[in-house]
């Protein structure tokens, strides 16, 4: 019984690279980086730091990446002051693990 070679994969033609998807993913919206990365489908560490990069670009060329601090959900406490993007580990004066993400979007 003969069979047929498989196939190679080949993935979908993309036409814009990875920051520019996630620039207009985020353009009139505000994402976490866990739903940015549902939508341009990378991970999440991807994600966090493609948005180091685009909030570089973005100040060069007079938009601004919108950037809504992370929130503890037991206390209130917010993150203003924190200067990484991704979601913090657990909240400095209640020590609860339960932290609402940063949101972005870009204006």
Do not use: D, W
């Amino acid at each position: 019984m003969k069979t047929r070679p498989k196939e190679p994969f080949v993935p979908p033609e993309k036409h814009n690279t990875i920051r520019q998807e996630i620039i207009s993913v985020l353009r009139g919206r505000t994402l976490s980086a866990r739903e940015i990365s549902a939508e341009v489908r990378i991970s999440e560490k991807e994600v966090v730091y493609h948005l180091e990069h685009i909030r570089m670009a973005t100040q060069k060329s007079g938009e601004q990446l919108l950037i809504i601090p992370a929130t503890c959900k037991r206390c209130g406490f917010e993150f203003k002051k924190r200067e990484r993007l991704s979601k913090p580990g657990k909240c400095p004066i209640c020590r609860s693990q339960q932290i609402q993400e940063p949101r972005f979007s870009i204006s």
